[in-house]
Nanobody, 116 residues
């Protein structure tokens, strides 16, 4: 069983930056695509950014130009660089991996809080 572990969340003032990391518990396990989701209290889980094994990326409109998703295949880690953070970015951020066999894996989430 592979687990995804997020890190890097925290409290930051509006306009600040955070970098989230997502690591697989088995470094040899490869994912077809990795995504970051977020869920704010009372809201549904929202897809924020996706990166494929080939490096293609996609973002939700509200974070384009501010967030950057990247992956280090040698370390089997994915990152979400978040700049110009806004209070509305406050949420629990989850890492999601889709394997080549179609399996879906979730991390436990990391809290991001942006104060105004």
């Amino acid at each position: 069983q592979v687990q995804l572990v997020e890190s890097g969340g925290g409290l930051v003032q509006a306009g600040g930056s955070l970098r989230l990391s997502c690591a697989a518990s088995r470094s040899s396990f490869r994912f077809r695509a990795i995504a970051w989701y977020r869920q704010a209290p009372g809201n549904e889980r929202e897809l924020v950014a996706t990166i494929t094994n080939d490096g293609f990326t996609n973002y939700v409109a509200s974070v384009k130009g501010r967030f950057t998703i990247s992956r280090d295949n040698t370390r089997n880690q994915v990152y979400l660089q978040m700049n110009s953070l806004k209070p509305e970015d406050t949420a629990v951020y989850y890492c999601n991996g889709v394997s080549w066999g179609g399996g879906t894996y979730w991390g436990q989430g990391t809290q991001v809080t942006v104060s105004s």
